[in-house]
Nanobody
Framework: QLQLVDSGGGLVQPGGSLRLSCATSGFTLDYYHIGWFRQAPGKEREGVSCISSRGGSTNYADSVKGRFTISRDNAKNTVYLQMNSLKPEDTAVYYC?????????????????????WGQGTQVTVSS
């Protein structure tokens, strides 16, 4: 059974850092694009970052470029999102998601509807 488990969220002060983890099981991670998305209260879910299967090409939303870094460890079946210089506007529930590369775009995209499998979400709150 394909499963994604998000973790690593919490309360952090502005300027602080967090590392989110997306632990996967039930599938070969290397065959999937993995994305991180977030949803704040009253707002639509938006793409934050993604990493493509195999070659690991990455993509970032303009709002997080230079602050967030996505990486994958296929041996551990885990994808990470390192978040630095956090701002109050980064506050949201963060979700990781998986998209089977062979039936999708060649490189990952930041479109939630493309992704078929989702984690349960982890809350990130940036506040002083």
């Amino acid at each position: 059974q394909l499963q994604l488990v998000d973790s690593g969220g919490g309360l952090v002060q502005p300027g602080g850092s967090l590392r989110l983890s997306c632990a996967t099981s039930g599938f070969t991670l290397d065959y999937y694009h993995i994305g991180w998305f977030r949803q704040a209260p009253g707002k639509e879910r938006e793409g934050v970052s993604c990493i493509s299967s195999r070659g690991g090409s990455t993509n970032y939303a303009d709002s997080v470029k230079g602050r967030f870094t996505i990486s994958r460890d296929n041996a551990k079946n885990t994808v990470y999102l390192q978040m630095n210089s956090l701002k109050p506007e980064d506050t949201a529930v963060y979700y990781c998601a998986a998209d089977l590369a062979s039936t999708s775009f060649r490189l990952c995209v930041l479109r939630p509807r493309v992704y078929d499998y989702w984690g349960q979400g982890t809350q990130v709150t940036v506040s002083s």
